[in-house]
C-alpha cells in the first residue's frame, strides 16, 4: 500500500462509516467497455490495462518509474477484472468449503473473441487449464511468478509494450528511442495529452466533487480503475497536482476504499467478485 503513504505531510482524516460494494454480475455483464461508463461517451475507448499503464507513464520520458514492481502484476489484475466486466469469466459459486474469493477459482463463461490481443491470449489460457485457478494463481501464472516449469508457458511476454502499442494506435502515445548509456530503450511518451488529463481528472473526481461515500453506487470501471491504480503503485500520479488538502481528502478516501474487507465486501448483495478477488490477491501477496 505504498501509494497510499508517499506524502509526509498526508494527516488522518476520519473513517468513513458505511462501505458497501458495486454489483458486477447484472444484466448487462456482457456488454464492451463502449457501454459501461455512458458519462464518457465521447472519448476514446480505453481498457483498464492501457488506463493502468498511461496512469503510470512519465508524460514525456515515456516510461514507468523504474522502482515501481508492482506494475506488471497490477495490469495482469485488470486483465481479470476486464474479462470479467466483459461477461468472459466469473468466479465460482461460494461453498461451505470455499467461501473466501481467494479460494474460489476462476471458471470460463464465454470463450467468444474479445478483439484484444492480450485479454484474448488470457482466454485461450484459462479455457485450457484444467484444473481450474484461482484469481491469484492466475496474477502469478500470467506474471511468470511460478516455480513449476510447466506453468511458465501462461506467462504473458511484453505486456508493457503490448499495451504500450495499442496506446500508439489509439493516438495518445508515440515511440522513440531513448539512450541510457549502456543500453538503448524504447520509450512512448505521451502525445495526446487531453486524455491522460481527463483520466486523471476522473479518478480525481471519484474521491471528491463526485464522492459517494458508497462503492455500491460507484461507476463499476472506476472502482476497478482505483483498486487498480493503488495495486499498480500508480495512486499518487494521479493525486499529485492536487492541493495539499484536496490531496488528503482524496488519498484518505481511496485508503477508506482499499482498506475494505473484500472477503466482506465480495459477500453482499451482486457484489463486484472479481475486483474484489484482485484486491484481496494483492492484499495477500
Given amino acids: 500500500m505504498t501509494t497510499l503513504t508517499h506524502r509526509a505531510r498526508r494527516t488522518e482524516v476520519g473513517k468513513n462509516s458505511e462501505k458497501k460494494v458495486e454489483s458486477e454480475e447484472d444484466t448487462n455483464r456482457d456488454r464492451s467497455p463502449d457501454n459501461e461508463d455512458s458519462g464518457d461517451s465521447k472519448d476514446i475507448r480505453l481498457t ?18 523504474f522502482w515501481n514492481d508492482c506494475i506488471s502484476s497490477g495490469l495482469r489484475g485488470g486483465i481479470l477484472i476486464e474479462l470479467a466486466m ?14 473466501r ?7 470460463l463463461k464465454s470463450d467468444s473473441p474479445t478483439g484484444d490481443v492480450l485479454l484474448d ?25 511460478t516455480w513449476n516449469p510447466f506453468k ?12 504500450a502499442k495499442n496506446l500508439v494506435e489509439k493516438g ?33 473526481d471519484s474521491v471528491l466533487e463526485r464522492w459517494v461515500n458508497d462503492p455500491q453506487r460507484m461507476d463499476k470501471r472506476t472502482l476497478a480503475l482505483l483498486v487498480l491504480a493503488h495495486s499498480s503503485d500508480v495512486l499518487e500520479n ?11 481528502v482524496a488519498m484518505n478516501r481511496a485508503k477508506d476504499l482499499v482498506e475494505l474487507d473484500p472477503e ?16 484481496a490477491a494483492f492484499n495477500k501477496s
Fill in 101 to 107: 474469493l481467494l479460494d474460489r477459482k476462476v471458471l
Fill in 86 to 99: 466483459r461477461g468472459r469469466i466469473y468466479l465460482e459459486p461460494p461453498t461451505m468449503r470455499k467461501k
Fill in 172 to 204: 495518445i502515445l508515440t515511440t522513440e528511442k531513448q539512450n541510457f548509456l549502456l543500453f538503448d530503450m524504447t520509450t512512448h511518451p505521451v502525445t495526446n495529452t487531453t486524455e491522460k488529463q481527463r483520466l486523471v481528472k476522473k479518478l480525481q
Fill in 48 to 65: 483498464l490495462m492501457e488506463e493502468v499503464l498511461l496512469l503510470g507513464l512519465k508524460d514525456k520520458e515515456g516510461y514507468t518509474s
Fill in 152 to 163: 511458465l508457458q501462461y506467462q504473458l511476454r511484453n505486456v508493457r509494450e503490448r499495451i
Fill in 121 to 145: 491470449e488470457t482466454l485461450k489460457h484459462i479455457k485450457a487449464t484444467e484444473p481450474t485457478e484461482t484469481v491469484q494463481t492466475w496474477i502469478e501464472l500470467l506474471t511468470g511468478e
Fill in 264 to 279: 466482506v465486501e465480495g459477500t453482499k448483495h451482486s457484489a463486484t467478485e472479481m475486483i474484489w478477488a484482485v484486491l
Fill in 238 to 248: 494521479v493525486f499529485s497536482s492536487l492541493t495539499d488538502d484536496k490531496y488528503d
